[in-house]
């Protein structure tokens, strides 16, 4: 269980987020949605701690995340994977070795430098890109891959850190509506088949309301709605997003039974 207590975090005298106040049982999928600036962003970054909260507190299964230094602190953000807009993957490198960065934390740093990867580390990276319809790219560049692709060597990447919780900040927001309807695939196979609980970022509602089970709404830093899909009438729609709600509520519905339906193996094999 995530616990969320009166969370803030400031730059200057503006309260990005302004005391965030919920808790997220194991296995939710969350969309945090909200106008741009709303606080979605740093939102995510302080539950990883990749931004510093300026009061409140984080708790995870009795664990002060808030209080988490040096090692700890790394162990909690493998527990907490992040997934990115810009995927974050070393272009570079193939495909596997991406997947396998996700193992780093739990290795002893002597082995990270030799990149002797043990065997069952590799077979678990292979499994995660089978599960992305992926696996045929693994000797592959990631630079030579395109966005959608790469987005799901993050999300194996990701899965590979057997992370408690997902944390994903706008993951299709450079993706075109194909690579964006896999991506989302993806997140909620991993939440409905590995039980992972998904904390995912989004500007269209459109998505928010296709996939997740819950949504927090922000405006100005603060938890304005938090509820079921169903509960967020138009009414509060477009007070939550103002002049851009006819842009986030779009014209064509996404055809995605909400909630219980799981992508199979190789749904999201169409790229
Ligand atoms: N490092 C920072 N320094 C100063 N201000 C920041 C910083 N990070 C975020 N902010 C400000 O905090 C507010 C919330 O930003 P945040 O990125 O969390 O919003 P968001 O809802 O994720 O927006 P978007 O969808 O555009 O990414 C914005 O006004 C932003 O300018």
């Not at 106008?35 to 708790?59: D, F, Q, V, Y």
């Not at 045929?136 to 987005?151: I, K, T």
């Not at 609980?197 to 830093?221: E, F, K, P, Q, W």
Request: aromatic letters at 6%.
């Amino acid at each position: 269980m995530l616990a969320v207590e009166g969370l803030t975090c400031r730059f200057g005298t503006k309260a990005a987020v302004d005391n965030a106040n919920y808790t997220i049982a194991p296995g939710a999928f969350v969309g945090v949605i909200g106008r741009s600036g709303a606080g979605k962003s740093t939102m995510l970054r302080m539950i990883n701690r990749l931004a510093e909260p300026t009061a409140g507190r984080i708790m995870f299964d009795g664990l002060d995340v808030t209080a988490l230094k040096g090692r700890e602190l790394r162990q909690w953000r493998a527990r907490s994977a992040m997934i990115f807009q810009q995927f974050n993957l070393v272009g570079r490198l193939d495909v596997l070795t991406n997947v396998l960065m996700g193992r780093l934390s739990g290795m002893p740093q002597w082995r990270s430098l030799t990149q002797m990867w043990p065997d069952e580390d590799r077979a678990l990276a292979m499994s995660a890109l089978e599960q992305f319809d992926m696996a045929q790219y693994a000797s592959q560049r990631a630079d030579q891959l395109s966005g959608g692709q790469q987005q799901r060597v993050a999300i194996a990447r990701a899965l590979v850190q057997q992370p408690d919780l997902i944390l994903a900040d706008e993951p299709i927001a450079s993706l075109d509506p194909r690579n964006t309807r896999i991506v989302m695939d993806a997140l909620l196979r991993i939440n409905k088949h590995f039980g992972i609980t998904v904390m995912c970022n989004l500007h269209s509602l459109d998505l928010a309301r296709t996939y997740c089970d819950r949504l927090i709404g922000m405006s100005a830093g603060r938890v304005v709605f938090d509820g079921a899909p169903a509960q967020l009438t138009e009414h509060i729609a477009r007070e939550l997003y103002d002049l851009e709600a006819d842009e986030v509520m779009g014209s064509t519905p996404i055809h995605a039974p909400v909630g219980a339906r799981v992508p199979e193996y190789g749904a999201a094999a169409v790229a």
